[in-house]
């Protein structure tokens, strides 16, 4: 692959890092895309080394982010319907508030999903916070994975 190319799937890897932290793009899947691409146009059991290798980190990661946090939810007795208020109230407030308007939604709907089943503050702010450590939790080791799989492929490109 040229140095262009090399530069380009790279930027599209830095993009897909961005899309983890700031969720408005599906960045572990960018990251997936743009190995593959690099892995099919640079050919050789190298560059498919390196794909598995970033392919295995990426869906390890997958995996951890939904089990992990999940589990400390359950455990918080935060409810799924929560957090899928929390969700859609963050949908909203991204459009409402560009960018910070996803986390003030997320918080909010978690909050107002909360505060009928506890029937006091103090107990659906106790849910938010889990579900909010649990949601940080989560983006944090999608982040670690890709950034795993970041580094294979740019010691890949690197190296072959």
């Known amino acids: 692959m040229s140095a262009l190319g090399e530069v380009l799937v790279g930027l599209v890897i830095l993009v897909g890092l961005v899309g983890i932290v700031v969720p408005i793009l599906p960045g572990t899947i960018l990251i997936f895309a743009a190995v593959a691409v690099w892995a099919w146009i640079t050919g050789g059991v190298a560059a498919w080394t390196v ?22 939810m359950r455990e918080a007795g935060v409810p799924m319907r929560s957090l ?12 409402v508030i560009p960018v910070v308007g996803l986390f003030i ?12 089943r506890h029937r ?6 106790r849910s938010t916070v889990h579900a909010t ?11 670690f994975g890709a950034l795993l799989a970041s580094a294979v492929w740019l010691g890949g490109a ?3």
Do not use: C, D, Q
Request: charged share 10%.
């Open 51 to 72: 794909f598995a290798i970033a392919t295995v980190l990426l869906v390890l990661s997958g995996v951890v982010k939904y089990t992990w946090p999940g589990r400390r």
């Open 84 to 95: 899928m208020v929390g969700g859609l109230l963050g949908i909203v407030g991204f459009f």
């Open 105 to 116: 939604g997320f918080i909010a709907g978690v909050y107002v999903a909360e505060v009928p």
């Open 120 to 125: 006091n503050h103090s107990e659906a702010w």
């Open 133 to 143: 450590k649990a949601a940080g939790l989560s983006i944090l080791v999608e982040l």
């Open 158 to 160: 690197v190296l072959f």
